[in-house]
T-cell receptor, first 118, second 111 residues
Framework: DADVTQTPRNRITKTGKRIMLECSQTKGHDRMYWYRQDPGLGLRLIYYSFDVKDINKGEISDGYSVSRQAQAKFSLSLESAIPNQTALYFC?????????????????FGEGSRLTVL | GQQLNQSPQSMFIQEGEDVSMNCTSSSIFNTWLWYKQDPGEGPVLLIALYKAGELTSNGRLTAQFGITRKDSFLNISASIPSDVGIYFCAGRSTGGFKTIFGAGTRLFVKA
């Protein structure tokens, strides 16, 4: 079983609909992230959470919201989906590790959720 | 905001050939990372570099952290069909905890 599980894997919806993408992890990591992948743009950070009581906006948070329900669960919501939110969405986790003053906790990604907004 | 410039955007090569791709930043990074994304999967970490000048290998893959701390490259030797995918560079600036990604290099390998 995957350590970072995303549901649904694929979703087609209509403009204006509310959508929730869910992420759960069994890695025991405190930090969780939502990224969006678009062709030619790489991965861009939407929101991140360093623990259950900590939520932070990333570089493209407009139109999105998140909820950290537990250490292992982090969901992404689109309150009113629009076509330019059509993309591949990834959840990721990382642990808190440091070496010589450098953050060495690298990202582990889920398999992705492909969202199409018509 | 910070940006990473990754090149080339795509590469079409013959099996057995060596491959090189690179990434540059306008600002200094203290961490450079290389990820690979297989079709239908999430990115997976290939190599992590934490020290300027560091050269690290992982099988047929070799990556280097540039001495200026503003660039990194990834080499793949003797490519095979399963090397197909998207390769992302990524990095973090000094004191930063957010990982920033390049646009990716899409690699196609012809058997």
């Amino acid at each position: 079983d995957a350590d970072v599980t995303q549901t649904p894997r694929n979703r087609i919806t209509k403009t204006g609909k509310r959508i929730m993408l869910e992420c759960s992890q069994t890695k025991g990591h405190d930090r969780m992230y939502w990224y969006r992948q678009d062709p030619g743009l790489g991965l861009r950070l939407i929101y991140y959470s360093f623990d259950v009581k900590d939520i932070n906006k990333g570089e493209i948070s407009d139109g999105y919201s998140v909820s950290r329900q537990a250490q292992a669960k982090f969901s992404l919501s689109l309150e009113s989906a629009i076509p330019n939110q059509t993309a591949l969405y990834f959840c990721a986790t990382s642990e808190i590790t440091w070496s010589g003053g450098i953050n060495t906790g690298e990202l582990f990604f889920g398999e992705g959720s492909r969202l199409t907004v018509l | 905001g910070q940006q990473l410039n990754q090149s080339p955007q795509s590469m079409f090569i013959q099996e057995g050939e060596d491959v090189s791709m690179n990434c540059t930043s306008s600002s200094i990074f203290n961490t450079w990372l290389w990820y690979k994304q297989d079709p239908g999967e999430g990115p997976v970490l290939l190599i992590a570099l934490y020290k300027a000048g560091e050269l690290t290998s992982n099988g047929r893959l070799t990556a280097q952290f540039g001495i200026t701390r503003k660039d990194s490259f990834l080499n793949i030797s003797a490519s095979i069909p399963s090397d197909v995918g998207i390769y992302f560079c990524a990095g973090r600036s000094t004191g930063g905890f957010k990982t920033i990604f390049g646009a990716g290099t899409r690699l196609f390998v012809k058997a």
